[in-house]
């Protein structure tokens, strides 16, 4: 059942309006004429026998009318009871799921009407109810039953959550309770249980959405890039979409599309002129009642060509033969002695690879190195390799080594390093030790224990790999990354987290990674030790966009009541016009009941 | 005197006298045929002579041819008593107080002939009981007293006719003629009404007064009817249809009424408030046989 509230001033105006209608229709009764007469004797009979059937008819229908505007005002001012026993606590689930901020057609959004009606169920009970107040977005964290001047409290500092997956805790669904209401839009949440009030706000509202964005250069011509955008019509009507693409006011990419109902669409742009940096994407229909996934950012990362120089005193550096054949990569080769004489800042190297020699100082770009030997400016700890042959571990989660399998590794000498805080292990052997560490800083390093030619590692298959691997570590940015929005998690050693406009985002860290909140799309930027890490928040998920999904068909405009006038209590209206029309019915045939 | 009855109508009332369907009860004498023999002018019968009697009525030519002696029997010519109820309730008062009216003048017609027949005039006012009552008169100079007895009557009460009679026939009067002037607008049956004076066998004749307003109302619309011995309102809407009922109604109660007392073996006759009263009541009684 439904639950119909009034507020105590319509309640007081409504009871107003009752009673000045039954003033006024005294008023204006007609005229009775009292006439004496000798007897009613005869009066009596005529009466008696006309109205013997219709005077029957007359006083059932009399009673019902009196049954029913008692019914009319019983529903108008108070909440019809529940069946069963009435309990003292009342638990009451408000589903604040992104599919709830949709506009109806009254401007207010699903959830401040579901807000307001909660609120005013909240204001009907008597002090002595204890309400359990739970959002779907856990929000909530520890609910309880409480008081109602807590519960509104609650209620107000509610927001519409993020999660696509509404969570009701089912200790709190499958309370033991005679009332328990729900107001939910029926979008998102699952399915309810049936001894649940369901109160439904849902209106079907026009929305066109991105539900994906991804950037990407074309095979072979890494100048090239393309823009991949999925828009979604989440409505039951016809929409002609603006799609702009913005990185600044000289770099605009447009289109203008039509989508029929309920279509999806990948529209796909050449986005060459786009530069490095972050990008907003924006669609725009004239109908469209769901701004939430209207937006979305993306970051197009660097993919310039590479400058590595090479140093080597060896003549046939299979580092050296394998560098040269990848297409980003513009190679420079050096022995040590040039390595050592000349400025490194005119040939403007990206990064170094080191083939079995070890520089006397740090380098001043990204480098590795293979065969590094003891030297002062290497901040490890190292040992040397006590036997010929040994078993290596591999730590396959690290971006360096991703893809590559390195199956039958062997090494035969070098040394082995004392790992430190900072320090990401690369290769390990249980018998001697880490044999090859990543440094991760604003200049990051590679350093690898054993000399290429001491290990087979040149002659397997995923060696290229891992050199490519380990170039793009040392040199490309991040990859970035895309999450939705709400609570945010980006690795533990994430100091600062800075929107786009340079608001510092508030952190907190637990089990290791660190944490930060955004409840709407935007673009992020968490700066860690291996550089700044860019964070895309947005609502790219058909889910967001599909806000017309809901099982619940109705929708009852007497909760919106965010209207002014009396266009929110409109049912209640009308129960109270019909009581007043019936009252008058009543009257009417009150004065006619003994007559013809 | 009362300005009940004129001076001339009056004068006309003079020749009239009383004609009673019974033999009469009464023990003064009078005018009317008796059961009792004794002095009179009509012959009844003969019987034996026995010692005592009056040998005034001895027939001696009987006794000339039979040698035996019989004494001549006449009906006793014996007043009657005349017992006139008047209704005084509330519903012949009040706004038709043309009905109570009327009663006064019908009572007073028929106690003037009365007097005049030296019979025994009881004026006796009722509503749900004996309200007053004149002790039986009589001669012609009792007029002035029956006169003065209507005259200080008033409207009170609701009409209980059985009640009346019970009160006033209960303590035993003499068989006579009675007269109930009513509109005999009553809750109970008339069976019911005159069961205690009807095995008394008087001779009874009701006298309807109907006022023409009762007959056919001049209001329609929205009344409220107040009832005015009752004082209960009824609220009604009054249609053509409803007034049409109505009349029917009323016409049935009349028609009711008169068949009661026809079927009763009693006299009956209407008299309408709005009709010549002089020409009307001696129309009527002379139609009915009570006046000749």
Same mark, same amino acid.
């Given at each position: 059942m439904t639950s119909l509230f009034l507020s105590v001033p319509i309640f007081v105006l409504l009871l107003l309006a009752v009673v000045g209608a039954v003033v006024l229709l005294y008023l204006l009764r007609p005229p009775v004429l009292n006439r004496l007469i000798s007897s009613n004797l005869i009066w009596k009979r005529v009466l008696g026998s006309s109205r013997a059937i219709s005077e029957r008819w007359r006083w059932w229908l009399s009673l019902l009318l009196a049954l029913l505007i008692t019914t009319c005002l019983f529903f108008s001012a108070l909440r019809p009871s529940v069946d069963g026993e009435v309990d003292s606590r009342v638990l009451i689930i408000l589903d604040n799921s992104p599919s709830m901020g949709a506009l109806t057609q009254s401007g207010a959004s699903r959830y401040d009407i579901a807000k307001i009606a909660v609120s005013r169920l909240l204001d009907s009970f008597s002090k002595d109810v204890e309400v359990m107040l739970v959002d779907t977005q856990r929000q909530i964290t520890s609910p309880d039953f409480d008081s109602i001047a807590q519960n509104q409290i609650r209620l107000e500092e509610l927001t519409i959550g993020s999660n696509l997956e509404p969570i009701v805790p089912s200790h709190v669904a499958e309370l033991a309770l005679t009332r328990k209401f729900i107001y939910t839009?029926?979008?998102?949440?699952?399915g309810v249980p049936d001894d649940f009030t369901i109160v439904s706000v849902f209106q079907p509202a026009p929305n066109v959405g991105i539900t994906r964005l991804s950037f990407a250069s074309v095979p072979g011509d890494i100048n090239v890039r393309e823009a991949f955008i999925e828009i979604m019509n989440g409505g039951g009507s016809p929409q002609l979409v603006d799609l702009e693409l913005v990185q600044s006011e000289a770099r605009v990419l447009k289109r203008r599309i039509q989508l029929g109902p309920y279509e999806k669409s990948t529209q796909i742009f050449?986005? $060459? !002129?786009? #530069?490095s940096g972050p990008v907003k994407a924006s669609v725009y229909s004239s &109908?469209? #009642?769901? !701004?939430?996934?209207?937006v979305a950012y993306g970051y197009i990362t660097t993919k310039s060509p590479i400058k590595v120089g090479i140093v080597s005193?060896?003549? %046939? $550096?299979k580092a050296f033969t394998l560098l040269s054949l990848m297409p980003r990569i513009s190679l420079t080769a050096l022995t040590l002695a040039e390595y050592e004489e000349i400025d490194l800042n005119k040939l403007n190297f990206d990064t170094l690879v080191f083939d079995g020699v070890t520089p006397a100082n740090k380098p001043t770009v990204p480098s590795m190195i293979f065969?590094?030997? $003891? *030297?002062?400016?290497?901040n490890v700890k190292t040992s040397p390799i006590r036997s010929s042959q040994i078993i290596v571990d591999k730590n396959l989660t690290h971006p360096i080594l !991703? @893809?590559?399998?390195?199956?039958d590794l062997s090494v035969e000498g070098g040394v082995v390093f004392e790992v430190t805080e900072g320090v990401e292990t690369l290769l390990n052997s249980?018998? &001697?030790?880490?044999?090859a560490i990543a440094i991760p800083g604003a200049i990051k390093n590679i350093l690898v224990g054993f000399d290429l030619k001491k290990t087979n590692l040149p002659y397997l298959l995923d060696f290229p790999i891992l050199l490519s691997n380990s170039i793009k570590w040392l040199v490309d940015e991040p990859p970035v990354m895309t999450v939705n929005s709400g609570v945010i998690q980006v690795p533990g050693d994430v100091t600062k987290v800075f929107r786009i406009d340079g608001t510092d985002m508030p952190l907190w860290f637990a089990n290791g990674n660190a944490y930060f909140y955004s409840g709407e799309a935007g673009l992020f930027t968490a700066f860690t030790r291996n550089g700044p890490l860019r964070v895309s928040v947005s609502q790219l998920d058909r889910r967001f966009s599909d806000? @017309?999904? *809901?099982?619940?068909? !109705?929708?009852?405009?007497?909760? %919106?009541?965010? @209207?002014?006038?009396?266009r929110g209590y409109s049912f209640t209206l009308v129960i109270g016009i019909m009581a007043l029309l019936l009252l008058m019915l009543e009257w009417f045939f009150y004065h006619r009941r003994i007559t013809q | 005197m009362s300005t009940l009855l004129s001076q001339e109508f009056m004068r006309r009332l003079d020749g009239i006298s009383l004609l009673l369907q019974k033999s009469v009860a009464g023990h003064?004498?009078? /005018?009317h045929r008796s059961k009792r023999t004794g002095i009179g002018m009509i012959f009844s019968d003969y019987r034996p002579y026995t010692a005592? +009697? +009056?040998?005034?009525?001895? +027939?001696w030519a009987t006794y000339m041819r039979l040698d035996r002696l019989v004494l001549r029997m006449f009906e006793e010519e014996a007043d009657t008593p005349i017992y006139i109820l008047i209704d005084n309730s509330q519903s012949m008062g009040n706004l038709e107080a043309d009905k109570f009216e009327t009663a006064k003048k019908f009572a007073a017609v028929l106690a003037y002939v009365g007097l005049l027949n030296h019979d025994r005039v009881s004026l006796i006012s009722f509503s749900d009981?004996?309200?007053k009552e004149m002790p039986g008169r009589r001669g012609k100079n009792q007029m002035w007293r029956a006169m003065h007895f209507l005259d200080s009557l008033k409207n009170e009460g609701q009409t209980n006719l059985e009640n009346t009679f019970r009160n006033f026939f209960g303590s035993g009067r003499t068989r006579g003629l009675v007269f109930v002037l009513s509109d005999?607008?009553? +809750? /109970?049956r008339l069976a019911d009404s005159f069961r205690p004076v009807s095995q008394f066998g008087h001779e009874i004749f009701g006298v309807h007064i109907i006022s023409p307003e009762e007959e056919n109302p001049s209001f329609d619309g929205q009344v409220v009817l107040v009832d005015s011995e009752t004082h209960e309102a009824i609220n009604v809407n009054l249609t053509g249809s409803a007034l049409e009922t109505y009349r029917a109604e009323f016409k049935k109660h009349l028609t009711d009424t008169e068949r009661f007392f026809k079927r009763s073996g009693w006299g009956y006759t209407s008299i309408r408030t709005n009709v010549d009263f002089e020409a009307s009541v001696l129309t009527s009684l002379k139609k009915e046989g009570i006046f000749r």
């Amino acid at each position: 059942m439904t639950s119909l509230f009034l507020s105590v001033p319509i309640f007081v105006l409504l009871l107003l309006a009752v009673v000045g209608a039954v003033v006024l229709l005294y008023l204006l009764r007609p005229p009775v004429l009292n006439r004496l007469i000798s007897s009613n004797l005869i009066w009596k009979r005529v009466l008696g026998s006309s109205r013997a059937i219709s005077e029957r008819w007359r006083w059932w229908l009399s009673l019902l009318l009196a049954l029913l505007i008692t019914t009319c005002l019983f529903f108008s001012a108070l909440r019809p009871s529940v069946d069963g026993e009435v309990d003292s606590r009342v638990l009451i689930i408000l589903d604040n799921s992104p599919s709830m901020g949709a506009l109806t057609q009254s401007g207010a959004s699903r959830y401040d009407i579901a807000k307001i009606a909660v609120s005013r169920l909240l204001d009907s009970f008597s002090k002595d109810v204890e309400v359990m107040l739970v959002d779907t977005q856990r929000q909530i964290t520890s609910p309880d039953f409480d008081s109602i001047a807590q519960n509104q409290i609650r209620l107000e500092e509610l927001t519409i959550g993020s999660n696509l997956e509404p969570i009701v805790p089912s200790h709190v669904a499958e309370l033991a309770l005679t009332r328990k209401f729900i107001y939910t839009d029926g979008v998102m949440i699952g399915g309810v249980p049936d001894d649940f009030t369901i109160v439904s706000v849902f209106q079907p509202a026009p929305n066109v959405g991105i539900t994906r964005l991804s950037f990407a250069s074309v095979p072979g011509d890494i100048n090239v890039r393309e823009a991949f955008i999925e828009i979604m019509n989440g409505g039951g009507s016809p929409q002609l979409v603006d799609l702009e693409l913005v990185q600044s006011e000289a770099r605009v990419l447009k289109r203008r599309i039509q989508l029929g109902p309920y279509e999806k669409s990948t529209q796909i742009f050449n986005a $060459s !002129k786009l #530069l490095s940096g972050p990008v907003k994407a924006s669609v725009y229909s004239s &109908e469209d #009642l769901f !701004k939430f996934d209207d937006v979305a950012y993306g970051y197009i990362t660097t993919k310039s060509p590479i400058k590595v120089g090479i140093v080597s005193d060896a003549t %046939d $550096s299979k580092a050296f033969t394998l560098l040269s054949l990848m297409p980003r990569i513009s190679l420079t080769a050096l022995t040590l002695a040039e390595y050592e004489e000349i400025d490194l800042n005119k040939l403007n190297f990206d990064t170094l690879v080191f083939d079995g020699v070890t520089p006397a100082n740090k380098p001043t770009v990204p480098s590795m190195i293979f065969g590094i030997t $003891s *030297s002062n400016w290497v901040n490890v700890k190292t040992s040397p390799i006590r036997s010929s042959q040994i078993i290596v571990d591999k730590n396959l989660t690290h971006p360096i080594l !991703k @893809n590559v399998a390195m199956t039958d590794l062997s090494v035969e000498g070098g040394v082995v390093f004392e790992v430190t805080e900072g320090v990401e292990t690369l290769l390990n052997s249980e018998a &001697e030790g880490v044999l090859a560490i990543a440094i991760p800083g604003a200049i990051k390093n590679i350093l690898v224990g054993f000399d290429l030619k001491k290990t087979n590692l040149p002659y397997l298959l995923d060696f290229p790999i891992l050199l490519s691997n380990s170039i793009k570590w040392l040199v490309d940015e991040p990859p970035v990354m895309t999450v939705n929005s709400g609570v945010i998690q980006v690795p533990g050693d994430v100091t600062k987290v800075f929107r786009i406009d340079g608001t510092d985002m508030p952190l907190w860290f637990a089990n290791g990674n660190a944490y930060f909140y955004s409840g709407e799309a935007g673009l992020f930027t968490a700066f860690t030790r291996n550089g700044p890490l860019r964070v895309s928040v947005s609502q790219l998920d058909r889910r967001f966009s599909d806000i @017309n999904g *809901s099982q619940l068909k !109705k929708f009852d405009p007497s909760l %919106d009541s965010t @209207n002014s006038g009396f266009r929110g209590y409109s049912f209640t209206l009308v129960i109270g016009i019909m009581a007043l029309l019936l009252l008058m019915l009543e009257w009417f045939f009150y004065h006619r009941r003994i007559t013809q | 005197m009362s300005t009940l009855l004129s001076q001339e109508f009056m004068r006309r009332l003079d020749g009239i006298s009383l004609l009673l369907q019974k033999s009469v009860a009464g023990h003064l004498r009078g /005018q009317h045929r008796s059961k009792r023999t004794g002095i009179g002018m009509i012959f009844s019968d003969y019987r034996p002579y026995t010692a005592g +009697d +009056d040998v005034r009525n001895l +027939d001696w030519a009987t006794y000339m041819r039979l040698d035996r002696l019989v004494l001549r029997m006449f009906e006793e010519e014996a007043d009657t008593p005349i017992y006139i109820l008047i209704d005084n309730s509330q519903s012949m008062g009040n706004l038709e107080a043309d009905k109570f009216e009327t009663a006064k003048k019908f009572a007073a017609v028929l106690a003037y002939v009365g007097l005049l027949n030296h019979d025994r005039v009881s004026l006796i006012s009722f509503s749900d009981g004996v309200v007053k009552e004149m002790p039986g008169r009589r001669g012609k100079n009792q007029m002035w007293r029956a006169m003065h007895f209507l005259d200080s009557l008033k409207n009170e009460g609701q009409t209980n006719l059985e009640n009346t009679f019970r009160n006033f026939f209960g303590s035993g009067r003499t068989r006579g003629l009675v007269f109930v002037l009513s509109d005999f607008l009553i +809750d /109970q049956r008339l069976a019911d009404s005159f069961r205690p004076v009807s095995q008394f066998g008087h001779e009874i004749f009701g006298v309807h007064i109907i006022s023409p307003e009762e007959e056919n109302p001049s209001f329609d619309g929205q009344v409220v009817l107040v009832d005015s011995e009752t004082h209960e309102a009824i609220n009604v809407n009054l249609t053509g249809s409803a007034l049409e009922t109505y009349r029917a109604e009323f016409k049935k109660h009349l028609t009711d009424t008169e068949r009661f007392f026809k079927r009763s073996g009693w006299g009956y006759t209407s008299i309408r408030t709005n009709v010549d009263f002089e020409a009307s009541v001696l129309t009527s009684l002379k139609k009915e046989g009570i006046f000749r």
